[in-house]
Protein backbone atom coordinates (compact mmCIF):
# COMPACT_ATOMS: atom_id res chain seq x y z
CA UNK A 1 0.00 0.00 0.00
CA UNK A 2 1.12 3.42 -1.21
CA UNK A 3 2.11 6.29 1.98
CA UNK A 4 -0.63 8.61 2.90
CA UNK A 5 -0.15 12.50 1.04
CA UNK A 6 0.25 14.52 4.39
CA UNK A 7 -0.74 18.03 4.10
CA UNK A 8 -0.17 21.26 6.37
CA UNK A 9 -2.58 23.84 8.30
CA UNK A 10 -1.27 26.76 7.70
CA UNK A 11 -0.89 27.21 12.12
CA UNK A 12 0.94 23.42 12.29
CA UNK A 13 3.69 24.82 9.56
CA UNK A 14 4.47 27.60 11.85
CA UNK A 15 4.33 24.91 15.29
CA UNK A 16 6.87 22.91 12.94
CA UNK A 17 9.06 25.69 12.06
CA UNK A 18 9.53 26.73 15.96
CA UNK A 19 10.63 23.60 17.04
CA UNK A 20 14.31 22.97 17.11
CA UNK A 21 15.83 21.31 15.18
CA UNK A 22 16.26 18.06 16.99
CA UNK A 23 12.69 17.71 18.09
CA UNK A 24 11.56 18.41 14.57
CA UNK A 25 14.27 15.33 13.42
CA UNK A 26 12.32 13.12 16.19
CA UNK A 27 8.87 14.56 14.42
CA UNK A 28 9.63 13.93 10.80
CA UNK A 29 10.32 10.15 12.13
CA UNK A 30 6.77 10.11 13.94
CA UNK A 31 5.43 11.31 10.60
CA UNK A 32 6.94 9.29 8.58
CA UNK A 33 5.41 6.28 10.53
CA UNK A 34 2.06 8.09 10.11
CA UNK A 35 1.99 8.39 6.36
CA UNK A 36 2.93 4.33 6.57
CA UNK A 37 -0.15 3.61 9.03
CA UNK A 38 -2.24 6.86 10.18
CA UNK A 39 -4.03 4.92 12.98
CA UNK A 40 -0.88 3.07 14.82
CA UNK A 41 -0.67 3.97 18.18
CA UNK A 42 -3.05 6.74 17.59
CA UNK A 43 -6.02 7.71 19.64
CA UNK A 44 -9.21 8.92 17.56
CA UNK A 45 -11.68 11.07 19.02
CA UNK A 46 -14.97 10.37 17.84
CA UNK A 47 -16.81 14.37 18.50
CA UNK A 48 -14.03 15.62 16.83
CA UNK A 49 -13.07 13.20 13.71
CA UNK A 50 -9.24 14.27 14.79
CA UNK A 51 -6.71 11.55 15.62
CA UNK A 52 -3.69 12.14 17.70
CA UNK A 53 -0.65 10.32 18.30
CA UNK A 54 2.38 11.09 20.31
CA UNK A 55 6.10 11.68 19.40
CA UNK A 56 9.36 12.60 20.97
CA UNK A 57 9.29 10.25 24.43
CA UNK A 58 5.60 11.87 25.17
CA UNK A 59 6.43 14.94 25.07
CA UNK A 60 4.91 16.13 21.79
CA UNK A 61 1.43 15.63 20.24
CA UNK A 62 0.38 15.95 16.76
CA UNK A 63 -3.37 16.50 16.07
CA UNK A 64 -4.64 15.20 12.38
CA UNK A 65 -7.07 14.33 10.49
CA UNK A 66 -6.83 11.01 8.65
CA UNK A 67 -8.73 10.27 5.10
CA UNK A 68 -8.73 6.41 4.63
CA UNK A 69 -10.94 6.53 1.24
CA UNK A 70 -8.32 9.08 -0.20
CA UNK A 71 -5.01 8.21 1.70
CA UNK A 72 -4.91 11.80 3.13
CA UNK A 73 -3.39 13.52 6.51
CA UNK A 74 -4.38 16.96 7.26
CA UNK A 75 -1.68 18.12 10.03
CA UNK A 76 -3.73 20.59 12.15
CA UNK A 77 -1.72 21.14 15.44
CA UNK A 78 1.67 20.28 16.59
CA UNK A 79 2.05 21.02 20.11
CA UNK A 80 5.64 20.48 22.85
CA UNK A 81 6.46 20.20 26.05
CA UNK A 82 10.05 21.45 25.93
Not at 15 to 21: D, E, G, I, K, T
Not at 58 to 75: E, S, T
Amino acid sequence: MADYLITWVDYAVDQYLALNSQVRSRLDKQLHQLAQDPTRDASYDRGTDHWSVEFDGGQGLVVYIANQQHQRIVILRILHLG
